[in-house]
């Protein structure tokens, strides 16, 4: 073998820089090169490192059709939950987890706010539509700040909404603690990357400067993929590589042109209509946007390009529609219910929506060998709301999934009711003991949420 073969992590071309997805020739160099940084973040020698993600799904839930009514493995799936059966092994739903730092706490209205503000914080933010805004670091930062310098990306935010920083919007809170979910700091929040052309030029474009600029415009001018300019980098890879090395590449190059393509559609789409006022690259259909998204995410975990991304489908109080499941109204407007027997049927149906794509996502990890096992397998996934019934607007016994084996650390196939309500960030704290992080307190913590394991 080359000696310089068992070092390398990218496809590179003019402007291009593509992770390699984890291969058996790598495979020893590897594991020995991220225990030495990183100890338990990167598992034992020769494991795959630990992913961890955060799926935010705006609005709450109709919350009878959404909790199972027993618990344990011999628990049947709720109607919004039914969309995952053929992953029903891969998940764990908890019930019982609450953010206390959500409520009003003496601060009045602006649920949503709060909602989106503190379910990766777990703290009470300060109540001002101005620059003076204080929230916390979020629990994907902290672990970025740790493990971060392990993969090329230290960590990646999404959402299919656009990103706000400034404004007021909802009952005096600041737009930036309702559109965004990362906070690098407690006044800094880390906007979400809404065009997913955008997001794939990040993870795969090379990086930035002129340069990089300049091979970006040759691309798009030639219409070429990313791909036609890591080919001659990629076939002198393989002239090294094994059978079943080279199949798992051609199969990641695929996924990668396939992902182009769809983007391409979505561009095509743009400049076909006139009045379309959506940017570049972003899908008119929402499904079509959501998946363009958990795409990427799978090839930034599978390629080790990152190993922490958040992801927010839409931002709480959003009033997006769903006419193509039936449900032409506002999301905000029927999720205030009254128990209207109408508007819960609606928001059952948008419930089941969200399901639908998480099971698309968990499917897709799942899909991916690696190692001994699969991607899923490596990985910890909180999809959530920090609202449960909107018509009430409260913050306990939220909506949450936890998928993934966390390298085997994690319990599956079953519903983990709580026996009382307890904080949101002891599931953090066990998360980042799973990551290698170190850290006693996070958010409202009391301690960390063993039942998990």
């Known amino acids: 073998m080359n000696p310089d073969f068992s070092r390398r992590r990218f496809l590179r071309g003019l402007g291009t820089l593509i992770a390699l997805p984890a291969l058996e020739a790598t495979a020893p160099f590897a594991a020995r090169a991220a225990a030495s940084k990183s100890g338990a973040a990167a598992g034992a020698a020769g494991a795959p490192p630990l992913r961890m993600a955060f799926i935010y799904s705006p609005n709450g839930k109709n919350m009878t059709h959404w909790t199972p009514k027993k618990d344990g493995s011999s628990y049947e799936l709720s109607r919004a939950l039914a969309p995952l059966k053929e992953v029903q092994s891969e998940f764990q739903v908890i019930s019982g987890l609450k953010h206390e730092k959500a409520e009003a706490n003496g601060d009045g209205g602006g649920d949503h706010a709060r909602a989106n503000a503190t379910f990766l914080t777990g703290v009470q933010v300060r109540k001002t539509a101005g620059a003076d805004i204080r929230n916390g670091i979020s629990i994907d930062q902290l672990a970025a700040n740790d493990i971060g310098q392990l993969t090329r990306l230290p960590s990646l935010e999404l959402s299919c909404d656009e990103a706000r920083r400034a404004g007021n919007c909802d009952s005096g809170y600041s737009c930036s603690y309702q559109f965004n979910l990362a906070w690098k700091s407690d006044t800094t929040p880390l906007a979400p990357e809404r065009d997913p052309k955008l997001a794939f030029e990040r993870l795969f474009g090379g990086g930035q400067g002129p340069e990089v600029d300049a091979a970006k415009a040759q691309r798009d001018f030639y219409n070429k993929s990313i791909l036609d300019f890591v080919m001659e980098d990629a076939r002198s890879l393989q002239k090294h590589l094994g059978y079943t090395d080279k199949q798992k590449l051609d199969e990641y190059l695929s996924s990668v ?186 958010g409202d913590s009391t301690g960390p949420l063993n039942e998990i394991g």
């Open 257 to 442: 042109r396939e992902i182009e393509r769809r983007l391409t559609d979505a561009d095509k789409f743009s400049k076909t209509m006139p009045d379309y006022q959506k940017p570049t690259g972003i899908p008119g259909d929402y499904k079509e946007h959501i998946r363009l998204m958990f795409d990427l995410q799978v090839l930034a975990f599978q390629t080790d390009t990152t190993r922490i991304s958040t992801f927010m489908l839409a931002h709480d109080g959003s009033n997006r529609s769903f006419p193509e499941i039936g449900v032409p109204d506002s999301h905000h407007g029927i999720s205030h219910h009254q128990h209207s027997p109408e508007k819960l049927e609606k928001i059952a149906k948008i419930d089941e929506f969200y399901s639908e794509q998480f099971a698309w996502f968990l499917t897709k990890l799942k899909n991916i060998r690696e190692g001994n096992g699969t991607l899923l397998d490596n990985c910890m996934i909180v999809f959530g709301s920090g609202i449960s019934d909107p018509d009430r607007h409260n913050h306990d016994d939220l909506p949450v999934i936890l998928a993934g084996g966390g390298g085997g650390t994690l319990k599956r196939g079953r519903h983990l009711k709580l026996r009382h309500d307890m904080p949101m960030c002891n599931l953090y704290l066990s998360l980042m003991e799973r990551m290698g992080v170190k850290t006693s307190r996070f």
